[in-house]
């Protein structure tokens, strides 16, 4: 599903305006986005977490030609799925 058919299921569900539903869409991403920036945790109970972690440096090869790079330490945004999350992608 991408953003557009993701629009179209939450207004059909809703009842909202598609263009309602675009700005609460984009306004919850950006949210989400700029807690993660901050450091902070977002929780959304029942559905699952969006942390950030942090990779470590590594040194790996370029595959074409065998040389030597180094990958520097980097933080990467993780959603850990909740348990009612789980259970209903689980369940027949």
């Known amino acids: 599903m991408n ?6 299921a ?6 909202l305006p598609k263009g309602d539903v675009v700005r609460a869409i984009d306004s919850a991403v950006a949210v989400i986005t700029q807690a993660l920036k ?3 945790e977002v929780k959304l109970v ?8 942090e990779r470590g ?4 090869r370029n ?3 065998g040389e030597k790079v180094s990958v520097p330490a980097q933080k990467t945004p993780k959603f ?7 259970s209903a ?4």
């Open 89 to 92: 992608v689980n369940s027949q």
């Open 57 to 60: 440096a590594v040194e790996g």
């Open 10 to 15: 939450v207004a059909a569900r809703s009842g």
């Open 3 to 8: 953003k557009g058919e993701l629009v179209n």
């Open 46 to 53: 029942g559905f699952g977490s969006f942390v950030v972690s």
């Open 80 to 86: 850990r799925a909740g348990a009612q999350l789980r």
């Open 38 to 40: 901050s450091g902070d």
């Open 63 to 65: 595959p074409r030609t």
